[in-house]
Every structure is written in structure tokens, then in C-alpha cells.
């Protein structure tokens, strides 16, 4: 089942049980619906936003679907593996296998900064829940930097604003982090590995540095290990 919307932008494609809208000039993957049953028929409503459905074998055998994606940002060369929003909604952190760390605005999709200094794939992003730090894990470490740098003399905020910031602090761990977090009085972070999650304090001020908890925890939960975790602060 095909269908072009009224502008001829975007092309309504169902087959089996899965519904796809892609872009018609460049055959990308925009949306995808997964059916319950197999997609007989489908159309665009005049203002391409409702798509009706007809269905095959299913109790509800015509069901509306919304198209709601608003843009593509293309932020990356090959895969965005962590994505997190600033609090305020206004700004979106993206982590990518290029090992770059970047700022958008999620309003228009425009890049506002980027965040040097990683060595190596990101796979997780976070943004503390104050808005003033970006934290990213590549490898075996987790980079810090400011949400925006600091003027420097004879320099604007909306200058530092446009400028890339370079990471203030890394934290070195003993194995490849996978996953990070940041608590919401923005003192703890939790990473994971492949084997253990880590929790461990945060302090900021003139110098930034980390004073562990010790906790490492297996994925029940449970307590396994109570002591240093020797996180070194580079």
C-alpha cells in the first residue's frame, strides 16, 4: 500500500504488519508504526498529520496514527548512541560513535556547541538536573565540562556561548563505562560496566573532584563490594 502526501513530500508505505513513513525524495526512514495485524490500506489526511489505517484480521480493523516528528538532526558520522535533554527542554546532548559530544537546540535543530576532549566511542550522555554541566562516558572514562564556557577577557557571554568547551574534568575507571547518570542534588553520579554499577560523590567549586562512596552493586541491587573503587580524577 502506497501513498504520496499532498505536497508529495513524504511517502506512506505499509506492507505486512508494519507502517513506514519516508522521505520521497531521499527514501529515508522518518516513522515507523508496528501493526497488529497486516496493513490492507492506508492514507495521508489532507494535512498529512492523521494516517488512516485498514487492517486485516484485527478486532479494531482501522485505527488512526499520528505523524509527529517534528525534524532530523544529523549529528553524527554513524550512530547516536545517547541522547539527553537539557532540564529547561530548550537544548538536547547527543553522544555518537565519532566520539562527538554536542548541544542542540530543540527548537530549530541548530548546533549551539560542542564538547572536545573525548578519546573514544560515547555511550551515554547526561546533563547534571541544575543544567550546568554536560557528563559523557567513552571507553573507560567520563569526561565533564561546563554546560557553556566562562567569558574570557575582553569576551561576551553570547561569544563563549558559540565557542566549543573543552572538558574541565575525567574520571578514569577500571573498565569501559556503559551507562551514566546524574543524581537530582546533582552530587552523585551512577555509572555501569558490563559487570558492576558504581556510585561515587561529586563536588564542584574552584576544582572539581570525587570523593567515592564505594558501592558496587550487581543489577538486583545488592551491595557486593564496600570500599574504594580506586576511580582516579585526571
Known amino acids: 500500500q502506497l501513498q504520496f502526501s499532498s505536497a508529495g513530500a513524504k511517502l506512506l508505505i505499509g506492507h505486512r504488519q508494519r507502517l513506514r513513513v519516508v522521505d520521497a525524495a531521499s527514501g529515508r526512514l522518518l516513522q515507523q508504526f508496528d501493526e497488529a495485524a497486516t496493513v490492507a490500506s492506508a492514507a495521508f489526511a489532507p494535512d498529512n498529520l492523521p494516517m488512516a489505517v485498514g487492517r486485516v484480521g484485527a478486532a479494531d480493523n482501522a485505527v488512526l496514527r499520528q505523524y509527529s516528528l517534528e525534524r532530523l538532526i544529523d549529528a553524527h558520522e554513524g550512530a547516536v548512541a545517547s541522547i539527553a535533554f537539557t532540564p529547561d527542554g530548550a537544548g538536547i546532548v547527543s553522544g555518537g560513535v565519532d566520539k562527538g559530544v554536542h548541544l542542540w537546540n530543540s527548537s530549530d ?96 567549586g574552584d576544582c572539581v573532584f570525587i570523593q567515592p562512596v564505594g558501592q558496587i552493586f550487581f543489577g538486583s541491587g545488592d551491595i557486593i563490594y564496600d570500599g574504594d573503587p580506586r576511580l582516579q580524577v585526571r
Open 109 to 204: 535543530g541548530s548546533r549551539l556547541r560542542s564538547y572536545v576532549g573525548g578519546e573514544s566511542a560515547i555511550n551515554s550522555v547526561a546533563v547534571t538536573r541544575d543544567g550546568q554541566r554536560v557528563l559523557a562516558a567513552g571507553g573507560d572514562s567520563v569526561h565533564l565540562w561546563p554546560i557553556v564556557s566562562s567569558p574570557t577577557e575582553g569576551q561576551t557571554a553570547e561569544q563563549a556561548a558559540a565557542m566549543d568547551v573543552t572538558a574541565s574534568a575525567t574520571f578514569e575507571f577500571p573498565a569501559a563505562v556503559e551507562s551514566i547518570s546524574s543524581s537530582v542534588d546533582n552530587t552523585r553520579l551512577a555509572t555501569t560496566t558490563a559487570k558492576i554499577s558504581v556510585d561515587f560523590r561529586l563536588k564542584f
